[in-house]
């Protein structure tokens, strides 16, 4: 059984109007149908543009976000159903690294009270010096830290302080939503290889979200690409990097350049068009249509795509009628020109 | 009185004291740069005159504010300033300088007990609306704004002539316009803490509510607070002040209220200009000290500054 598993999980936010008399008008789908599932020990990747949902995702998951249909999972438990309280006694399984660190931590907090505050929160008994210090040992702090306030460390020094908090209480699932893009490049590699060191030591469960791919494709065993708030492709990650098979992902990798000039200048790269569209009003048929080098008359912009297996490719699942033509190049894209002339559907 | 109200600003510093080890951090920095900037030690001097002139009155002033001396008193003439009375005698004779002194208790004393009746009551009602939000929010913002659209002013004098004109209706009429900017502030405070990633942090952890809201959110919803309260006994001086000028303030021609003062002069404003000068200067002086001092800790306190 799955540690984790999601499905059909929306998060719809309402968009009022009104002063006095609110009434609601439309709903933003930032997540908007997901099934994922992860095994125990392993690291799903999720990518995908900002404004994709990946965030709210992730809280969505760890129960932060009111989940408005679907299911989440933990260890076979629905995690909707539980009470308040076994919801709060739960939460010690799954933690959350969070994006900004600095942000993330209270800044009227010595670190000791930072790392002591899940550990009171959850009945255990104090002093907690000793564990406080062998959080900081295993993130890699002096202990010397515990005495001190967030702003007085560097952005990779609060990450880790971060990290020490979300594995005081020994979970088993953690969440870390982008947690290494509000850090120096030359930080990112550090902090990235903690989290791998501290996977084996505690043997961790992790849903790495972020936008970098680079990241993502070395922590992660596998890896979702998400695109307005929907799955469109889940694979192994190096089959994902060697092949991968739904446009928007093919456009994201292409999107990365390859340190030789030569080969770069004869790579063919899929250029996307235009931007994000509106979550409150997703495209017809497919999400992906309106951006699509690939999209076929009707069927993209009719029928919505189901996350499938296609033939030939074992392993991988994508949300696109047209996976197999597409991987065996039947399907060209569409230069930017002529598709910047052509009506939008 | 006025020793009362020494003693509460001591029990409030050292209170802060207390707290102090947790929040070590925003308030030692923020004290750091207050000592190295100019505009916080200029209001602080300031701040710190006006507070020893109001608790040690009795000491310093030459004369009782109430002691008549006729001496060179003659109708249209006032003497002025003198080796006896530096400042010169009022309309009827009093010493001025003793007056002056004797006035800045008033004022410290209106404004303290006005501000803190404002802050309390504000502070309730934001923290009520903050915490909860949703329809107790909606509520309490909705008289919040009733009580901020009658101009405050108007809402002072009407609570002036509602309670008769009593130096404790000052402090109500002022009490009763500090509320509603209070409990804005608060609010709008607490509302961004609570969307901040430290208190998600926090339910993540499977932190209880209520544990979020006194621990992590509202302890980092007060600074502007405390910037609002220095500059609030700034205005809360000038509108006891205004008050008094307009006649609603205590009826007790004993009282050397400032305001009062400055308006009981108006008819001799021609014979006697300076009579109108000191009052008016000493409001000045003690606004602009705690006016100074509050700019300074907004400056000090500002997160941006911090990074």
Redesign the interface.
């Known amino acids: 059984m799955s540690l984790l598993e999601v499905r059909g999980l929306q998060v719809h936010f309402p968009i009022k109007r009104g002063i006095v008399l609110e009434r609601t008008v439309g709903a933003v789908r930032a997540v908007d149908g997901v099934d994922l599932a992860v095994e125990r020990g392993r690291t799903l990747g999720i990518v995908g543009e900002s404004g994709c949902g990946k965030s709210t995702l992730g ?1 969505a998951i ?1 129960q ?1 976000e009111p989940v408005t249909a679907g299911t989440v999972a933990f260890d076979g438990e629905d995690l909707a159903r539980l009470k308040p309280t076994a ?3 739960m ?2 399984r799954m ?2 690294v ?3 660190p ?9 670190v000791a ?1 930072v790392l002591s ?2 550990l009171r ?2 009945g255990e008994k104090g002093p907690y010096d000793k564990r406080v210090r062998e959080l900081l040992d295993l993130v890699g702090l002096p202990s010397s830290a515990a005495s001190r ?4 460390f560097s952005g990779g020094q609060r990450q880790r302080v ?1 990290i020490a ?1 979300a594995i005081a ?1 020994s979970p088993e699932l953690i969440v870390a939503d982008e947690p290494v893009s509000a850090l120096d490049v030359s930080i990112q590699a550090q902090v990235v290889n903690l989290l791998e060191e501290l996977q084996e030591r505690l043997s961790l469960t992790y849903l790495v979200i972020a936008h970098d791919l680079a990241v993502v494709r070395h922590i992660s065993d596998d890896i979702a690409v998400m695109y307005l708030g929907t799955i469109v492709e889940v694979a192994p990650s190096e089959d994902l990097y060697a092949r991968p098979l739904h446009p928007y992902t093919i456009a994201l990798l292409s999107a990365i350049p390859i340190p030789d000039p030569e080969v770069e200048d004869r790579r063919e790269r899929v250029l996307l068009r235009g931007d994000l569209p509106s979550a409150a009003d997703p495209p017809s048929g497919c999400r992906f249509h309106t951006r699509c080098p690939y999209r076929q008359p009707t069927r993209c912009d009719d029928e919505v795509p189901v996350l499938r297996t296609p033939e030939g490719f074992p392993g991988q699942a994508v949300a696109c009628h047209w996976a197999e033509q597409v991987a065996s190049g039947q399907l060209r894209p569409a230069s930017s020109p002529v598709v910047a002339t052509a009506p939008d559907g | 009185m006025s020793l009362t109200a020494g003693a509460d600003l001591a029990a409030g510093s050292a209170d802060s004291g207390a707290t102090g080890e947790q929040a070590a951090g925003l308030y030692r920095d923020a004290f750091r740069r207050l000592r190295r900037s100019p505009t916080a030690i200029v209001g602080a001097a300031l701040v710190a005159l006006f507070v020893f002139v109001a608790v040690f009155a009795p000491l310093l002033a030459p004369y009782s504010p109430t002691a008549v001396d006729l001496t060179d008193i003659r109708p249209g003439v006032f003497p002025g300033p003198s080796a006896e009375h530096p400042l010169g005698l009022d309309q009827l004779g009093r010493d001025e300088l003793s007056r002056i002194i004797y006035g800045a208790r008033y004022s410290l004393l209106i404004g303290i007990v006005s501000l803190s009746l404002g802050a309390v009551v504000g502070l309730a009602l934001g923290l009520l609306a903050g915490a909860f939000g949703g329809w107790v929010d909606g509520l309490v913002m909705r008289l919040v704004d009733i009580m901020l659209a009658v101009p405050s002013l108007l809402l002072a004098i009407g609570v002036a002539a509602l309670l008769g004109p009593r130096l404790l209706s000052v402090m109500i009429a002022i009490a009763v316009v500090n509320v509603p900017i209070f409990a804005r502030l608060l609010r709008g405070s607490m509302l961004a803490q609570r969307r901040s990633d430290y208190a998600l942090a926090a339910r993540s952890l499977g932190v209880t509510r209520g544990r979020i809201v006194l621990q992590h959110v509202f302890p980092n919803s007060l600074a502007p607070v405390i910037v609002q309260g220095t500059l609030a006994l700034a205005t809360a001086i000038i509108e006891a002040a205004g008050l008094a000028f307009l006649g609603l303030g205590s009826a007790d021609p004993a009282i050397p209220e400032w305001g009062r003062m400055l308006a009981e002069t108006n008819a001799f404003l021609a014979s006697a200009p300076l009579l109108a000068l000191w009052p008016g200067l000493a409001i000045v002086l003690s606004v602009m000290g705690f006016y100074l001092l509050g700019e300074a800790l907004r400056e000090a306190l500002d997160p941006k500054l911090r990074r």
């Not at chain 1, 600095?102 to 010595?110: H, I, N």
């Not at chain 1, 306030?149 to 007085?152: A, G, L, T």
């Open positions: 809280r760890l932060l919801m709060r006694a939460r010690r933690q959350m969070f994006q900004d600095l942000a993330s931590l209270d800044p009227r907090q010595s009270s505050e899940p929160t959850h306030y967030p702003h007085e971060g908090r209480l």
